[in-house]
């Protein structure tokens, strides 16, 4: 099974700044990882696939980029509906795995 | 618009099974994939399994064999996870979705998940 991790596991960022979030894979996984968003009390939603396609409707601030085992989620200017937890998935191999999530919070 | 609406919470002992529903509505069932991803209170996602109801196939992780099955009705649009067998740390928010079909090399498979279901809180508790 992929291992994913993701760091930091909490970033705090004040609206307005840059946030940085972080994937790793314990093996190749190409371009095979999407990024999702989740709020308190709502599913997940897809924002990056193929490691840097935002999905419809995902505003232009997120961006997505990496390849291999490395992977980094920005969010170029942080607006107060950004805070919540980020997952990535990878989907290189059965069974797909999600990292642990990074929760993003108000500074 | 595919949208996928599941059924309400539910609370069970443990040993005893539960079965959640998950409806479809806005596309052709009969091509669709339903994957299913639970969440423990506070904790992250973990893939479950999935099924294609076409086929009448499924898949799912390993730690669940034995204890889980998937079905779908055609001709009212849903899929269902039935877990048995029910412990304390199988209580979490359980999420149908629709995966994407990701396709390399001549051959497609579910990759991401999109849309997601409202999710139906499972409590497992004596």
């Known amino acids: 099974e992929i291992v994913m991790t993701q760091t930091p596991a909490t970033l705090s960022v004040s609206p307005g700044e840059r946030a940085t979030l972080s994937c790793r894979a314990s093996?190749?996984?190409?371009?095979?990882l999407v990024w999702y968003q989740q709020k308190p009390g709502q599913a997940p939603r897809l924002l990056i696939y193929?490691?840097?396609t935002r999905a419809t409707g995902i505003p232009a601030r997120f961006s997505g980029s990496g390849s291999g085992t490395e992977f980094t989620l920005t969010i170029s200017s942080l607006q107060s509906e950004d805070f919540a937890v980020y997952y990535c998935?990878?989907?290189?191999?059965?069974?797909?795995?999600f990292g642990q999530g990074t929760k993003v919070e108000i500074k | 618009q595919v949208q996928l609406v599941q059924s309400g919470a539910e609370v069970k002992k443990p040993g005893s099974s539960v079965k959640v529903s998950c409806r479809a509505s806005?596309?052709?069932?009969?091509?669709?994939?339903i994957s299913w991803v639970r969440q423990a209170p506070g904790q992250g996602l973990e893939w479950v399994g999935g099924?294609?109801?076409?086929?009448?196939?499924?898949n799912y992780a390993q730690k669940f064999q034995g204890r889980i099955t998937f079905t779908a009705d055609a001709s009212t649009g849903t899929a269902y996870m039935e877990l048995s067998s029910l412990r304390l740390e199988d209580t979490a928010v359980y999420y149908c979705?629709?995966?994407?079909?990701?396709?390399?090399?001549?051959?497609?498979?579910?990759?991401?998940?999109?849309?997601w279901g409202q999710g139906t809180l499972v409590t497992v508790s004596s």
């Open positions: 979705a629709r995966p994407a079909q990701h396709c390399t090399g001549g051959s497609c498979s579910s990759a991401w998940f999109d849309p």
């Open positions: 806005g596309g052709t069932f009969s091509n669709f994939v």
């Open positions: 099924i294609i109801p076409i086929f009448e196939t499924a």
């Open positions: 093996q190749s996984i190409s371009t095979n």
């Open positions: 193929g490691a840097s």
């Open positions: 998935q990878q989907y290189k191999n059965w069974p797909r795995t």
